[in-house]
């Protein structure tokens, strides 16, 4: 269809909106592809200001615009655009069809909050999940108040629940994005983004001054992590930005079989994880994440530990890759309450 500002009606958005979702909704990963093609509709939207309607496929397809221009611009990056379009995609699916929402101008806290407590296909709803569903609701809305679209903030006043103000919090995956991108400090730089990778791969700030070269094995994107004092020793993960981040480290210093990879050192163990703690909130300051008590270096492995438990619904196997030994404080650390509460057969219920 072509894109022509002039020809642009209401229904074409609402048609892209739906094309947009049908594989999502489906399972199928998004084709980066899908998006190229939308740089264009902000423009043209303009001319849609008045339309007495914007269902939410329509919204969705207008809001997806406007972000790619984001990402052309590197205010945005890709990945981070696929995840957020994701999230919208089931949110335009909730309003549709469970909240039989015709008018996202009608929409308010109702919608928003019934998204963010939606359940998971597998396992168990945990913070991590509605933050980043959070995050990319406070996009949605936050380009339809510039477009005119939408009157006020329905998250206002809306806030994941947890015990403690303070209590560490997993990252959500565009903060991750946006660290990758500062993980450097300049262009020569390949000790930040590979100290990154490590984090990435659940290695704590007192593993990472451990590992040396021999502990990469790069052929099965794998760190072996020694556990230090208090977790158990294991392999971590890495993930693909973090291959290419370890992968270009390796390359630019001369790597030596017994010296660690990151840290030259000699003070002790004590100065060894407080030169890794900075190197990791150096990342996060640069990040825009430095004034946020509950974001730690361990808000990286919260991050990893949650992803794998969304994908597995495995507490165990996350308490293994993360090197913990207890159950509780696996789920702690990802913000999953797993408490199952007992409920009685109905004979045995005190009326």
Same mark, same amino acid.
């Given at each position: 269809?072509?894109?022509?500002?002039?020809?642009?009606?209401?229904?074409?958005?609402?048609?892209?909106?739906?094309?947009?979702?049908?594989?999502?909704?489906?399972?199928?990963?998004?084709?980066?592809?899908?998006?190229?093609?939308?740089?264009?509709?902000?423009?043209?939207?303009?001319?849609?200001?008045?339309?007495?309607?914007?269902?939410?496929?329509?919204?969705?397809?207008?809001?997806?615009?406007?972000?790619?221009?984001? &990402?052309?611009? !590197?205010? =945005?990056?890709?990945?981070?655009?696929?995840?957020?379009?994701?999230? /919208? *995609?089931? $949110?335009?699916? %909730?309003?549709?069809?469970?909240?039989?929402?015709?008018?996202?101008?009608?929409?308010?806290?109702?919608?928003?909050?019934?998204?963010?407590?939606?359940? &998971?296909?597998? !396992?168990? =709803?945990?913070?991590?999940?509605?933050?980043?569903?959070?995050?990319? /609701? *406070?996009? $949605?809305?936050? %380009?339809?108040?510039?477009?005119?679209?939408?009157?006020?903030?329905?998250?206002?006043?809306?806030?994941?629940?947890?015990?403690?103000?303070?209590?560490?919090?997993?990252?959500?995956?565009?903060?991750?994005?946006?660290?990758?991108?500062?993980?450097?400090?300049?262009?020569?730089?390949?000790?930040?983004?590979?100290?990154?990778?490590?984090?990435?791969?659940?290695?704590?700030?007192?593993?990472?001054?451990?590992?040396?070269?021999?502990?990469?094995?790069?052929?099965?994107?794998?760190?072996?992590?020694?556990?230090?004092?208090?977790?158990?020793?294991?392999?971590?993960?890495?993930?693909?930005?973090?291959?290419?981040?370890?992968?270009?480290?390796?390359?630019?210093?001369?790597?030596?079989?017994?010296?660690?990879?990151?840290?030259?050192?000699?003070?002790?163990?004590?100065?060894?994880?407080?030169?890794?703690?900075?190197?990791?909130?150096?990342?996060?300051?640069?990040?825009?994440?430095?004034?946020?008590?509950?974001?730690?270096?361990?808000?990286?492995?919260?991050?990893?530990?949650?992803?794998?438990?969304?994908?597995?619904?495995?507490?165990?196997?996350?308490?293994?890759?993360?090197?913990?030994?207890?159950?509780?404080?696996?789920?702690?650390?990802?913000?999953?309450?797993?408490?199952?509460?007992?409920?009685?057969?109905?004979?045995?219920?005190?009326?």
């Amino acid at each position: 269809m072509p894109h022509d500002p002039q020809a642009l009606t209401h229904d074409d958005l609402d048609e892209l909106g739906r094309a947009l979702c049908t594989p999502l909704w489906h399972g199928e990963a998004l084709d980066s592809c899908l998006l190229l093609d939308r740089r264009d509709l902000f423009l043209a939207s303009l001319g849609l200001m008045s339309s007495e309607l914007l269902s939410p496929h329509a919204a969705l397809e207008l809001v997806v615009a406007r972000l790619q221009l984001d &990402v052309d611009n !590197g205010d =945005l990056a890709t990945s981070s655009l696929k995840k957020v379009t994701g999230h /919208l *995609a089931r $949110y335009t699916k %909730v309003l549709e069809q469970l909240r039989n929402v015709t008018d996202v101008r009608a929409t308010g806290p109702g919608d928003v909050i019934a998204f963010i407590n939606f359940p &998971v296909a597998r !396992g168990r =709803l945990t913070a991590n999940t509605r933050d980043n569903r959070r995050y990319a /609701l *406070a996009k $949605y809305y936050e %380009v339809l108040r510039d477009l005119g679209q939408y009157v006020g903030d329905p998250l206002a006043g809306i806030s994941i629940a947890r015990n403690d103000s303070t209590a560490l919090r997993a990252l959500v995956d565009a903060e991750i994005d946006r660290c990758r991108l500062k993980a450097a400090r300049n262009y020569r730089d390949t000790r930040g983004p590979a100290g990154w990778a490590f984090v990435e791969a659940t290695a704590t700030t007192s593993e990472i001054p451990a590992i040396l070269p021999a502990d990469v094995d790069l052929a099965r994107s794998r760190v072996w992590l020694d556990g230090g004092a208090r977790n158990a020793p294991r392999w971590g993960y890495l993930t693909e930005w973090g291959m290419e981040a370890v992968a270009r480290h390796l390359e630019n210093v001369d790597a030596e079989p017994g010296v660690p990879l990151l840290y030259s050192g000699t003070a002790g163990e004590t100065s060894a994880q407080a030169a890794s703690c900075k190197l990791i909130h150096d990342t996060l300051r640069r990040a825009g994440l430095g004034g946020d008590r509950r974001v730690r270096p361990g808000s990286v492995r919260a991050w990893a530990g949650a992803h794998l438990y969304a994908d597995t619904g495995d507490l165990a196997l996350v308490a293994r890759r993360l090197g913990l030994r207890s159950l509780d404080d696996t789920a702690r650390t990802i913000s999953l309450d797993w408490s199952d509460p007992v409920e009685p057969p109905a004979h045995r219920r005190s009326t």
